[in-house]
T-cell receptor, first 111, second 115 residues
Framework: SQTIHQWPATLVQPVGSPLSLECTVE??????LYWYRQAAGRGLQLLFY??????ISSEVPQNLSASRPQDRQFILSSKKLLLSDSGFYLC??????????FGPGTRLTVL | AQSVTQPDIHITVSEGASLELRCNYS??????LFWYVQSPGQGLQLLLK??????LVQGIKGFEAEFKRSQSSFNLRKPSVHWSDAAEYFC?????????????FGTGTRLQVTL
């Protein structure tokens, strides 16, 4: 069966520090991968998606970037965090045209 | 652009009572529709999906949803709510972009269950 992992589970970072969140999927090949952010009291916003290694599509302009160095690995990064980057970050995977399955999330607090 | 509206931010029901959570969408073509549930501090779990065919879809945990094209709605229902159903529920519409499916979520409905 397929599983999706995210780490760290929680993170507290100062403003201006770098960020690296990791997501890995097991039990499937060539998945589509997604990064979402969930701000307090709001729905989920799609940040990036990837249909293959090195292929990244950005949905909204922001202080973040994404990379996919391996088929089942998706990384969310920032060079300098802003207060507004705080939130709950969710990674998800899907196969072609089908429903998405979500990881457990990373709670990021920027102070 | 597609959009999803969940008009109820917060709903409280008694255990054993029936439940209906509302969802309205805006999408130009035949939509792919989903309901997800999120417990506090957790990821999202898929409850059910609608791609095509029968407009009444059954999901996990006793949930069902009905797609009504004329009303642009996809309301979630459960005949008898259990205390463990307390969570936040998200409706989403999917758009195919090449091989990826991009989801647009509503802002969610928080369900509280009283004993």
């Amino acid at each position: 069966s397929q599983t999706i992992h995210q780490w760290p589970a929680t993170l507290v970072q100062p403003v201006g520090s770098p960020l690296s969140l990791e997501c890995t999927v097991e039990g499937t090949s060539n998945p589509n991968l997604y990064w979402y952010r969930q701000a307090a009291g709001r729905g989920l916003q799609l940040l990036f998606y990837s249909v293959g290694i090195g292929q990244i599509s950005s949905e909204v302009p922001q202080n973040l970037s994404a990379s996919r160095p391996q088929d089942r690995q998706f990384i969310l990064s920032s060079k300098k965090l802003l207060l507004s980057d705080s939130g709950f970050y969710l990674c998800a995977w899907s196969l072609t045209g089908n429903e998405q399955f979500f990881g457990p999330g990373t709670r990021l607090t920027v102070l | 652009a597609q959009s999803v509206t969940q008009p109820d931010i917060h709903i409280t029901v008694s255990e054993g009572a029936s439940l209906e959570l509302r969802c309205n969408y805006s999408y130009g073509a035949t939509p792919y529709l989903f309901w997800y549930v999120q417990s506090p501090g957790q990821g999202l779990q898929l409850l059910l999906k609608y791609f095509s065919g029968d407009t009444l879809v059954q999901g996990i945990k006793g949930f069902e949803a009905e797609f009504k094209r004329s009303q642009s709605s996809f309301n979630l229902r459960k005949p008898s709510v259990h205390w463990s159903d307390a969570a936040e529920y998200f409706c989403a519409v999917g758009e195919l972009t090449g091989t990826a499916s991009k989801l647009t979520f509503g802002t969610g409905t928080r369900l509280q269950v009283t004993l």
